[in-house]
């Protein structure tokens, strides 16, 4: 039997055949490293109707299986899981397969999500703390920044919320959802000269890299803000002084732009840039 159970067949069989190999193996000499795959075959037929004993089978291969086949299983266990509105039991999983494969961005994220789903700030906090440095690539770590951050907003710790997002824009300085998402807390929290001057940062650095796309976003966004802004004349006054030299580079732009949606339905590329550029 277990030399049947060393390559998986062509079927896989009934729960029962997978309980009598799976008994079988811990009983021989090898234990179940001779019938892993019925150990993995036999946890994922479990799960739909006993999830605790399909993870305890898991951990009991953790040390034989290999890292790709437990990862896989874990995160269809975990899945199972928080679709039965366990989400302590999907965390405990997840938790159990980020202490082998940390990086991996389909452990953290729904982990951190069922964190926040639970209300658990501080275990929130740990995945992000934790998982952040094992991140290489700049898109994965703004990933994580933005989710932090949302968590954050939701939280109503919105000066808690700035840091991530910055450190994302110091990572990614055309992450534009990352933009949007500090001016939105800038201005939630009433903060009109810092969202000037981290408009104004925003444009300079854009114009110094010859990021047009980033520029005119900024421009838009300024001019809204412009437009928007209390008319008490303290307050105009310090904001003419922080974005003095931008406001009517960044004007024109919001100008340009707002001409362009108008006219596009009117004209071609070529003959709207002719109308924009006429003197």
Known sequence: LLKSWAMPPARTPRASSLERAVSAARSSDEGLASAVWAALALARQKKTDDLNASRDLMYEIADIAALS????????????????????????????????????RDIWEPLADNYRQLGDRDRFMNVIVSTLPTLMDPAERNALRKQSARFLIDSDSLAEAVDPLRDALL????????????????????????????LRARFDEARERGNPETMADVAMRLGSLLESMDRRADLQLRLQRTVEGLSVVAISYYGVSLASYALAPLAGDAELTLLLLWP
Request: aromatic fraction near 4%; proline fraction near 3%.
């Open 69 to 104: 086949d437990l990862v896989e299983l874990g995160i269809e266990l975990a899945g199972a899981a928080n679709e039965a509105e366990d989400l302590g039991l999907g965390a405990e999983i997840l938790e159990f397969l980020r202490g082998r494969d940390p990086a991996r």
């Open 171 to 198: 990572d990614d300085p055309d992450d534009l959802e990352a933009a949007g998402m500090l001016e939105d807390v800038l201005r939630k929290s009433g903060d009109d000269e810092g969202l000037a001057d981290f």
